[in-house]
């Protein structure tokens, strides 16, 4: 049975400067086997696909292209899902709350889903997913944001990349 390793809601806490405001980043959830080499074999096309669903601006293509990697995986770069493989893949779910949502039903959409109403900008659950599997997930509020192409918007999602890909399991549950 494969354990899931789990940060506390409210745990980590990452600030942004004076002019991207605080966002807060909790209820982290890592798969024991969740590691920097899965990621990388991911991303071995140079491409992740992701999935947008609630999008508040209505351009998938503009809220991927607001994302960055983390510094570890440099040479990759996210790519609209339908772009590259996508059996991994990241899903993100703007104005969801813990409690309306599961990363296990973020990992069944394929193409987002268009019952999922416009959310808001500042609030999403992001999800890597192994086919409908989770391999990492969490929950995250943002600054007040304008729209893609606003800077608070990249910032928050840089901070969202960075806990939702690690470059190592921060909670690795230990073998026998």
Known sequence: MKARAALPLGMILLLAGCAGGVSRIGGAQYESYYDAEL???AARTGQIPVV???NPFGDDAAVVAAMRPPAWLADARFVPVGTAPDYYRVVLVFGQTPKGWSAEAACKLIDGDPAIPAGRADRLQATFCGGARP????????PSIAGASDPAFRKFLGQVVSVLLPAKNPRPIAGP
């Open 52 to 54: 947008v669903a609630g």
């Open 39 to 41: 990621v990388r074999y």
């Open 135 to 142: 391999v990492s997930s969490l929950f995250a509020e943002g």
